[in-house]
């Protein structure tokens, strides 16, 4: 596919498919969503279609106010074209647009809102985490199996210790907010300043549910510039799709719903606020878990709050030792009373009916929530299903099916999106979800486009999407352990070096010597220098640099594994910037956790080291046995055996000698230099250690001398037909009508074969066990490189048919078993006979690509038809 930037499309033609995109709840800029999100969906499209990197650029875009169309919103035309294997191409034209209501309404008065905010922030947060709560015991009792049962029951324990917690920071937010408005008052022109920055945050961010809840009109007239932009867009747009992000996705769902407009195909909504919209409406009329309405109900989470100040009274009064039985008694009485209030707070939120959220059966709803977004919370519907990998395989499945079935009402298919992981940035961090959130968004409003096939793409699309949202979550994850990590690190360091002993010895002399340097150091700081809150700062500084340092390595891994997926490819399993942010967070927690715990406990310097060691050696050896062994496996059969071991993959990814140092020869590095330099004398078991690592060494450097021996075996020939060579080459030559040597062809035909016939033999045993598909990561590369090699072995054929028969037609026949054009040519030099050309012919149809499938089964066709006639 090809990005158009030349200024082609008239705006009086209609676009393929319109494109809306609506802001969600904050201090919103025009033209801000539409290039966040546009600029996401467009770079995937060009680089998924070209398998490359390309230059974007689009036909007209406007994102200021257009003086020819003052009603226009920003919007960007763009044009794309695909081009398929018959060198036939299609064209797509797309219209995406920003619907910018932030300014559709002045701001709320501070003293207005926090009124209503005194009323709602209790109720809201006791339902927002009583709906966890909720979940999580419906889980347990879904649950079958002990294993499955306990689990579920430790997350309702855990879900419920959260309310508790919540109980006890209500009345702290609702004076929060109380000191704010106050400040406010104040005549002082610095203090209202800070004040008026902080109303004004909290304007921008609840401002807008206080507006749709309270305020009817201004929230009309949201709605109503929603729907003209929509209407806008219909104009231009054969069909259109809407994409909204929290807030935006209730306002969108609300226009939607009340103008039903046939032309809009697909919803999707990004961390939809539309069920706190749903549930802050308290004239809605709501289907209840209890038979209680909220309004009797509206006082527990006060009562929570009470409950927990008293626990606490009585508990530091027990601690104290004043009335220890007394208070332990009044703590355990209030704490079941508790543990009932946020229980019955729990199954008192409220579930939508169906008919207050379904959509027209026409439009394809896709509700998409990060893990850890604060405002959707999970799902709409506790009944609604999400798909175990991510949610979208059913989504993946429908997207490319261009036939979707007729409905008679939308309801949202959910999905689970793996941003950071984080409480507070997933809410916002959507589009920079690159490999996760993007590729879904993209690809099912790609569908609805007639210009773009998916249906001719490679039909191992639909898994590289999967892989690459799976291999997203995956990392999350581990950036997850990195932050749970880096605090147990400063935690145990904290432990060990001691409040006082080692601390302040640390700030003392950091801050005198800064005085020394600088006179902006005041002299009170080094007052403090004395005070314990700075001897922690001295220590929780370096661990956020470390932890920052640890979040670049890990957006540089990030940025790897999407650059592979932008190129429809396979991720990597063990990718080297994984494993470099993998060993640095295994340092950290050896230099946090076994030093500090050294220095507490007065562990041997040489002991540390060689439990550092240790630990950094299991870790390493994890990660590198399901990748290192196999390809040591292959290099001992290539040096020491008949050297067809060797020829099983381009040798960049066979050797990997880079992999190899990475993974053993850098810990070694590492680890062994801490063990020699060690102020202790080292012990036995040091030694051993010493010596095992110096081998691990030597070991990444016979196999780097081994990796030089083995290039002018594999490498040099290997790189004479390459993907870049002289197929390339001579397809090139020919065009240009230059001469082309037969000497060039016999040396491609004679390293082709081999390479045909290890293709071959690997599919049909992929092929007798399908499971195996799924389960290798290297397949599907390996399915695309053998069917383009088996069409240029082809074209080589033909060009050697007239030289050399014999080779030409062994070439011919090694690519037999992966094109059907190749089992055409064999049977025309008279190389395979009928027989084996109809197994051939009925193996390719079968298990072939689609465009393979089908120009197989013309060739069953037109043979059925010959021996008819006959």
Known sequence: MVVSSAESTEETELADIGVLFVHGIGQQKRGDTLIAAGDAVHEFLARWFTTGNVAKGTSRAVLMPDPADPAAPAHVYASMEQTFADDTTTESNWLMAESWWAESFPPPKFFDLAVWAFQVMPWTLATHYGRGVRRAWLGTAAASGLLRTSWWFVAFVGRLIQLLIVFAVIPILVLLVAIIALIGAIPIGGVRAFAGGAQRILSASLGDSFIFVRKPIQASAIHEKVRRDLEWLGERSRKVAVVAHSQGAAVAHEVIKDDPRHDIVAFISLGSGLGKLLELRNERETVQITQRTPKETSAAPFAGSIGMALIAWALYYGLAGTNGWAASAFAGVFG???????????????????????????????????????????????????????????????????????????????????????????????????????????????????????????????????????????????????????????????????????????????????????????????????????????????????????????????????????????????????????????????????????????????????????????????????????????????????????????????????????????????????????????????????????????????????????????????????RSGPPELILSRLAGGKPVADAQLRAAAEVLIPWLDFYAESLRQVEADPPAIAESNDWAKMARTARLEAQRATEVARLLEASDVVLAGRLALAAVPLHPVAVELAVEMRMLDPDAALTAMQRLARNGPRRDRSRARRWLNEQQDSVTAG
Request: neutral net charge; proline residues 7%.
């Open 336 to 722: 079941l009373i508790l543990v009932g209030v946020a229980t019955q707070s729990a199954w008192v939120g409220r579930v939508p009916k169906i008919e207050e959220v379904a959509l027209p059966g026409w439009v394809e709803w896709i509700d998409l929530f990060a893990a850890k977004d604060p405002v959707p919370h999970g799902r709409l519907f506790d009944t609604d299903e999400v798909d175990p990998a991510c949610g979208i395989l059913s989504w993946v499945e429908s997207r490319f099916d261009p036939e979707y079935g007729p409905r008679e009402k939308s309801l949202p298919r959910s999905g689970v999106a793996h941003n950071y992981g984080s409480f507070t940035s997933d809410h916002n961090a959507y589009w920079l979800n690159r490999d996760g959130v993007v590729p879904m968004v993209a690809l099912a409003i790609a569908k609805y486009s007639p210009g773009l096939r998916l249906d001719e793409i490679d039909p191992l699309d639909q898994s590289r999407v999967v892989a690459g949202a799976l291999r997203r979550r995956f990392r999350v994850r581990w950036l997850q352990v990195a932050r749970w990590m880096t605090v147990a690190a400063g935690a145990f360091a904290l432990l060990g070096l001691g409040w006082k002993d080692q601390l302040l010895g640390l700030s003392r002399p950091t801050l005198v010597g800064a005085r020394a340097v600088s006179s902006w150091v005041p002299g009170w700081a080094l007052d403090w220098s004395e005070n314990t809150v700075v001897g922690v700062l001295t220590l929780v500084v370096p661990v956020l640099l470390i932890y920052v340092g640890l979040s670049y390595l890990w957006r540089w891994w990030g940025y790897v594994e999407s650059h592979e997926l932008y190129r429809r490819g396979f991720p990597d399993p063990f990718p080297a910037q994984m494993i470099i942010f993998m060993l640095v967070l295994a340092l950290l927690v050896e230099v946090g956790v076994l030093i500090g715990l050294g220095h507490r406990l007065g562990i041997v310097p040489g002991l540390l080291s060689v439990a550092a060691f240790s630990v950094t050696l299991v870790i390493v050896t994890l990660m590198a046995a399901s990748s290192v062994t196999p390809m040591i496996m292959r290099l001992w059969r290539g040096v020491f055996g008949d050297g067809k071991g060797v020829l099983t993959g381009p040798p960049a990814e066979l050797l990997g000698y880079r992999r190899l140092m990475l993974l053993v020869g850098i810990p070694a590095l590492v680890v062994f230099p801490v063990i020699v330099v060690d102020p202790e004398p080292p012990t036995s078991v040091a030694r051993v250690f010493g010596a095992y690592g110096l081998g691990l060494v030597l070991f990444g450097l016979g196999s780097l001398v081994l990796h030089t021996q083995l290039v002018r075996r594999i490498e040099a020939p290997w790189s004479r037909v390459s």
